[in-house]
């Protein structure tokens, strides 16, 4: 992730999520597992959430702007939220409350 990350935004080090114009999403599972105690998620939400964020990206949204990025943080978690109620149990059975 972070060689994709240098070669296509000349930025240093792994991310969380890139998406390219043909479709393509590659999320990293290193950075879900680091960042998802921060966000109070499992590893698993915070994949998925890395997942909508691209597909969102692809969608036409975008994150530049404190404006869109809080619209689309909204959308994220509002579509993690339908992902949830969707996902079969055992998908996010070391969530807080368990399922």
Do not use: K, N
Request: aromatic share 10%; glycine share 8%; net charge negative.
């Amino acid at each position: 992730m972070a060689a994709l990350h240098a070669e296509w935004l000349q930025v240093p080090g792994p991310t969380d999520v890139l998406a390219f114009d043909y479709g393509e999403v590659f999320v990293c599972p290193w950075v879900a597992e680091r960042e998802a105690p921060r966000h109070h998620l499992t590893t698993e939400e915070e994949v998925l959430l890395y997942g909508i964020h691209g597909l969102l990206h692809l969608a036409g949204w975008d994150d530049r702007c404190p404006e869109d990025r809080l619209a689309m943080e909204a959308e994220q978690r509002r579509l993690l939220a339908l992902a949830r109620g969707a996902a079969p149990r055992s998908f996010f059975r070391d969530a807080p409350g368990g399922r």
